[in-house]
Antibody, heavy 123, light 107 residues
Framework: EVQLVESGGGLVKPGGSLRLSCAAS????????MNWVRQAPGKGLEWVSS????????YYADSVKGRFTISRDNAKNSLYLQMNSLRAEDTAVYYC????????????????WGQGTLVTVSS | DIQMTQSPSSLSASVGDRVTITCRAS??????LNWYQQKPGKAPKLLIY???SLQSGVPSRFSGSGSGTDFTLTISSLQPEDFATYYC?????????FGQGTKLEIK
């Protein structure tokens, strides 16, 4: 069974740091790009960051650029999100999601998603 | 960035109803459009990818159509388990933006 399990969320003060992890199982992790998507309480979905299978290509939303760093360890089947200089507006459930691509057109989508981990930034 | 706009933002319907949700992109995205369902406290679940392809395991009462800038998600006969929030998402360019969501409620 394909499974993604996030961890590392919690309460942190503004300006603080947190590192999220996503453990993958049930598929060849090293073959897939991965993503972080977040959802503020009562709000919609916001893509945060993506990383290609070999870490060659990394992208960030403007809202987190320069503060968050995505990385992965294919030997450990794990995805990470290092979050620094956290702000109240970063409060959200953070989901990791696998990227799927259909060739030759390059259609891609997020499937599956993990259950999410809650990050609360508050003093 | 490409903006995605869903309508309506909320919708009340009854079991057995046919429901259509619309998603509009701020520029042409061909068929690079996906639909997700999210229930309270749960992760989003993929329903439709590439505008009209049904994800494996998703009931056939769900269907997607459209290309360019205008897309629709249709549920042919609402079931109790379909009451949820639905999101469209474009995968044409980075950042891969989502619509604001459509909350489908029981009438």
């Amino acid at each position: 069974e394909v499974q993604l399990v996030e961890s590392g969320g919690g309460l942190v003060k503004p300006g603080g740091s947190l590192r999220l992890s996503c453990a993958a199982s049930g598929f060849t992790f090293s073959s897939y790009s991965m993503n972080w998507v977040r959802q503020a309480p009562g709000k919609g979905l916001e893509w945060v960051s993506s990383i290609s299978s070999s870490s060659s290509y990394i992208y960030y939303a403007d809202s987190v650029k320069g503060r968050f760093t995505i990385s992965r360890d294919n030997a450990k089947n794990s995805l990470y999100l290092q979050m620094n200089s956290l702000r109240a507006e970063d409060t959200a459930v953070y989901y990791c999601a696998r990227d799927r691509t259909q060739l030759p057109m390059g259609y891609n989508w997020f499937d599956p998603w993990g259950q999410g981990t809650l990050v609360t930034v508050s003093s | 960035d490409i903006q995605m706009t869903q309508s309506p933002s909320s919708l009340s319907a009854s079991v057995g109803d046919r429901v259509t949700i619309t998603c509009r992109a701020s520029q042409s995205i061909s068929s690079y459009l996906n639909w997700y369902q999210q229930k309270p406290g749960k992760a989003p679940k993929l329903l439709i990818y590439a505008a009209s392809s049904l994800q494996s395991g998703v009931p056939s009462r769900f269907s997607g159509s459209g290309s360019g800038t205008d897309f629709t998600l249709t549920i042919s006969s609402l079931q109790p388990e379909d009451f949820a929030t639905y999101y469209c998402q474009q995968s044409y360019s980075t950042p891969p933006g989502f619509g604001q969501g459509t909350k489908l409620e029981i009438k």
